[in-house]
C-alpha cells in the first residue's frame, strides 16, 4: 500500500464522476480509501465554480486544511476540478503550501503528477487537453452501494450563456466514441449494474468522433444491452433536443420517464440577455413535443432569479413558466456574478434583497406545484428501483421510480437494485411513501 486517499467534492454530477475516476486512478496506483481528511496522506479537493458560495467553501476547507498540512508536511495536497481551473496559479498565490492545482480536463495526469509531487510541490497544470481524455479501461472507483452508475459521453460546453464559468472551466465539447461508450455500459452491466446515467454539460449535442452518432444512437444502444433497466441522461439544452431524442425517448423502456431540462428564466427578454439561444415559446413548444411523445413524462429545471435587469413582470413571467409547465422538482439560484463572464460587466440594478425575496417566492409556489402533483400519486402503485435505506428511517427503504420521484417504503426481504411495486399512501412537496403492492402490478409512473 502507498498510502491512503481523500476526495471532498462540490458541484455536478460531472464532477462527482471526476472524483470516481479519480479514486480509481489512485487505488490503481496502490492507494485505499482514508476514513477521514485527517488520516490521507494524499488529499484532493474537486472543487465547483458556478456560483460564488461554492468557491467560497473551497477557501473555507483550504482554511481547515493548512493547520493539517504544518503538522504532516509530507502530506500532499491538490485542488481540481473548476476552482483549479479558473484560479490557476492564484490559488498557490493565496496557499503556497499546496502541492497541485489540476483543471478537470488535466486530471487524467494525476498519477504522474503525484510522483513529481513527491520532489517538487506547488505543481499547476490546468491545460484544456483535448486527447487522452478517456481512456479505454479507465479504472473508475464507484460507490458499491449505489445501484446507478454515471458514464462520462462527453466534455465540455461550447455554449456562451452569458453567466456561466463552466465554458472556462471545461473548455470546448469533446465527445467519446459511440464504442468505447458502450463498452463501458456493458461492462458495468456485467458488475450488477442496473441503471447508468449518461453525463455532459450539453449531452444532447453527443457526437460521436468515428461515427458520427448522435445521443438517440447511444440511447438505443445501450437500451441493447441486456441487463440495463434504466437510462439517464444529463444535462438536456432545450435547443439541442431535437426530434431523434424525443423519438428514442418515447421508444425506449429503458429510458427513464424523467427528463432536466434547464429553462433558466421564463421571460424572452431576461433568456436573451443570458444568451441561451431559445425564447420562452420556443422552449414551451420542446415540453409540448416531449409530452405529446412521452405522455406523464415528469421534468426538472434550473432558475436562475435575479438576473442583471430583471424586473418584475420578467420574474413574474418565470412564476407563469413554472404554473404552466408544473415540473416535478426545480433547482433555483439567485445570480452570482462569475469573474470574466459577461454578465459580470452588467449593471445590477436588482437589490439583494429583491433577488432573495424573489426566490422565496419561487420556491413557495413551486413547493405547492410539487404537493399538489405528488398528492395525484397516492394510491397508484409505481415501480420504485431501491437504492438503499432510507435517510429518514433507517428501518425503511429508499428508491426512485422511472420519473426520478423518492418513494420510501417499509419491506423485509428487499435489497438495493430490486424493482419494487410500491403502492403510494402519502405525499410529500419531496418524497412519497408507501407500501409494497401485493401483487406485482407497477404502472410506470
Ligand atoms: N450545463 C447545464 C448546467 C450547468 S450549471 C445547463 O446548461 O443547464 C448548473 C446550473 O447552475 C445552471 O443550470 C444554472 O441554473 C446555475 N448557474 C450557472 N451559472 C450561474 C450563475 N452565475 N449564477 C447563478 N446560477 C448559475
Ligand atoms: Fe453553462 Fe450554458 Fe454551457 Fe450550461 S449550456 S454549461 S449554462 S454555458
Ligand atoms: Fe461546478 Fe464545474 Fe460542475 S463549476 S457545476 S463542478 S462543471
Redesign the pocket.
Known amino acids: 500500500m502507498k498510502g491512503r486517499y481523500w476526495i471532498d467534492t ?3 454530477q ?2 462527482e464522476h471526476d472524483s470516481e475516476k479519480m479514486a480509481g486512478v489512485l487505488e490503481g496506483l496502490g492507494y485505499l480509501p482514508a476514513a477521514s481528511r485527517e488520516e490521507a496522506d494524499v488529499l484532493l479537493l474537486n ?4 456560483r460564488e458560495k ?1 468557491e467560497e467553501k473551497v477557501y473555507a476547507a483550504l482554511g481547515q486544511i493548512e493547520g493539517l498540512k504544518r503538522r504532516r508536511p509530507e502530506l500532499i495536497v491538490g485542488v481540481t ?3 483549479a481551473q479558473m484560479a490557476g496559479d492564484a490559488l498557490l498565490q493565496r496557499a503556497p503550501w499546496l502541492d497541485l492545482v489540476l483543471g ?1 480536463r488535466a486530471e487524467g495526469r494525476l498519477p504522474d503528477l503525484l510522483a513529481r509531487a513527491a520532489e517538487r510541490r506547488g505543481i499547476v497544470d490546468t491545460t484544456l487537453y483535448q486527447d487522452g481524455l478517456f481512456p479505454p479501461g479507465q479504472p473508475v472507483r464507484r460507490d458499491p452501494a449505489r445501484v446507478k452508475a454515471y458514464v462520462t459521453v462527453m466534455e465540455g460546453c461550447n455554449k456562451t450563456c452569458t453567466y456561466c ?2 465554458p472556462r ?2 473548455g470546448r465539447e469533446v465527445s467519446r466514441p459511440l464504442a468505447d461508450v458502450l463498452e463501458e455500459v456493458r461492462r458495468l452491466a456485467g458488475e450488477g449494474y442496473r441503471e447508468v446515467e449518461f453525463l455532459g ?1 450539453n449531452v444532447n449535442a453527443y457526437r460521436c468522433p468515428a461515427t458520427r452518432a448522435g445521443l438517440a444512437d447511444l440511447l438505443r444502444g445501450a437500451a441493447a444491452i441486456s441487463g440495463i433497466e434504466r437510462i439517464r441522461f444529463t444535462t438536456s439544452h432545450p435547443l439541442h433536443l431535437r426530434p431523434p431524442i424525443i423519438q428514442a425517448m418515447a421508444e425506449l423502456p429503458q429510458v427513464c420517464d424523467h427528463l432536466h431540462l434547464p429553462v433558466q428564466s421564463g421571460s424572452s427578454r431576461i433568456l436573451a440577455a443570458m444568451r441561451r439561444g431559445y425564447d420562452r415559446e420556443l422552449y414551451l413548444a420542446r415540453v409540448a413535443a416531449l409530452r405529446e411523445a412521452v405522455p406523464g413524462i415528469s421534468l426538472s429545471t434550473d432558475v436562475i432569479v435575479g438576473f442583471p435587469g430583471e424586473g418584475e413582470a420578467e420574474f413574474e413571467e418565470t412564476l407563469s413558466l413554472l404554473e404552466t409547465v408544473r415540473f416535478d422538482q426545480v433547482y433555483s439560484f439567485v445570480y452570482s456574478p462569475r469573474p470574466g463572464t459577461p454578465a459580470a460587466g452588467l449593471p445590477d440594478d436588482v437589490p439583494r434583497g429583491v433577488k432573495i425575496e424573489r426566490l422565496m417566492r419561487l420556491q413557495a409556489l413551486q413547493r405547492r406545484i410539487q404537493l399538489e402533483s405528488n398528492a395525484r400519486l397516492v394510491g397508484r402503485t409505481v415501480e420504485v428501483l431501491v437504492e438503499g435505506p432510507s435517510r429518514r428511517d433507517a428501518a425503511e427503504w429508499a428508491g426512485r421510480t422511472t420519473s426520478n420521484r423518492v418513494v420510501n417504503f417499509p419491506g423485509a426481504g428487499v435489497r438495493p437494485g430490486d424493482r419494487v411495486a410500491v403502492t403510494i399512501t402519502a405525499a410529500g412537496p419531496n418524497s412519497l411513501r408507501g407500501e409494497v403492492a401485493p401483487r406485482r402490478a407497477a404502472a410506470r409512473s
Open positions: 462540490w458541484g455536478c460531472m464532477n472543487t465547483c465554480a458556478v461554492a476540478g473548476c476552482v478537470p464559468i463552466v472551466t471545461r454539460q
